[in-house]
């Protein structure tokens, strides 16, 4: 709570902030490291190997894998806009984050999160085009539409981060400089602020009913309609084949969404913004780097392009 009379500073005149992270003991800070640098590696080589496994591969040339390579693509950014600066701040024991900084991986951070969830909502389409309607296809899902797509998935997600950079950069007085997070999350800096948040909490519903609401309404509307096709096919091995297209794209969304909720809820029962810190872990490192192994271990297609791509390479 700001107090009622203060002398408080201009926002643009603050020159860094101070990232609390995930502990302060520094017997930890070595196992933290040692965590959290493998997974970093693992989650960029793992994304980065699907994407060329598909772009080397023409039997990968499909909507569905053009969709897939994208999603890599943006959880290499999503993860790299924190997991990197969060390494560095352990092995140097330095905190500190500029405000230019802080603004840029929060705009990085909105941009590469709201493209996950838009482009999670286009393979959803993509796969209930594919099953409800198989004849017609290649003539729905065209090059044309799969670019536009992910055109538009990059556009609104560009959008979102900028309508979120404009809300910050009006906050004018602010209460402390410590941000209770192991990077600039947007909410932290927005609990920050001491002026009027009434305009800027209706513009941050507006962007979260873009990059929320609306692609996970996507995502279930597509599924009711994957769910109704496959009960209409008369064998059991019919549906099974039919449903086994989709189980990983779903187990991706279950992942990223499930832990996206099971964050808020932790951070809305818990009265320790460092929790919430260790929770949000979850969903900056782990899913990401669970991604590739959940389409590589569930699709033969990835397998063997995998294969052919390690083979060329050795």
């Known amino acids: ?17 101070f990232l609390t992270g995930l502990s302060d003991d520094l017997e930890l800070q070595p196992l933290l490291f040692g965590l959290f640098l493998p997974m970093y590696l693992v989650s960029v080589l793992g994304n980065l190997l699907i994407v060329l496994a598909v772009s080397s591969d023409p039997h990968l040339h499909t909507p569905m894998y053009f969709f897939l390579s994208n999603l890599s693509l943006a959880d290499i950014g999503f993860t790299s806009t924190t997991i990197p600066k969060m390494i560095v701040d352990i092995q140097t024991q330095s905190r500190v984050i500029s405000y230019v900084g802080c603004l840029t991986q929060m705009s990085f951070f909105m941009l590469f999160g709201c493209l996950d969830s838009l482009l999670l909502a286009a393979m959803a389409y993509d796969r209930f085009v594919a099953i409800c309607h198989p004849l017609r296809y290649l003539v729905i899902m065209n090059p044309r539409l799969c670019g536009l797509l992910v055109l538009a998935s990059i556009f609104i997600s560009v959008l979102v981060s900028q309508m979120h950079n404009s809300i910050v950069l009006q906050l004018t007085y602010f209460k402390d400089v410590e941000i209770s997070h192991f990077f600039c999350d947007p909410s932290q800096l927005l609990n920050l602020a001491c002026s009027d948040t009434f305009t800027n909490n209706v513009v941050m519903y507006f962007v979260g009913a873009i990059s929320g609401f609306l ?3 996507g995502i279930f509307f597509s599924y009711y309609k994957i769910v109704s096709s496959i009960l209409r096919i008369p064998s059991t091995g019919g549906k099974y084949k039919a449903f086994s297209t989709c189980g990983s794209h779903l ?5 990223f969404y499930g832990t996206g909720l099971g964050v808020y809820l932790s951070s809305a029962v818990s009265t320790s913004p460092r929790k919430g810190a260790v929770a949000s872990v979850v969903y900056t ?15 033969r297609d990835i397998q063997r392009a995998m294969q052919r791509l390690l083979s060329k390479i050795i």
């Open 1 to 17: 709570m700001c107090p009622r009379y203060i002398e408080p500073q201009n926002l643009t005149r603050v020159s860094e902030f």
């Open 215 to 217: 692609p996970i309404s």
């Open 251 to 255: 187990s991706v969304v279950c992942l």
């Open 285 to 299: 490192v782990v899913t990401p780097m669970l991604n590739p192994f959940i389409y590589s271990l569930r699709n």
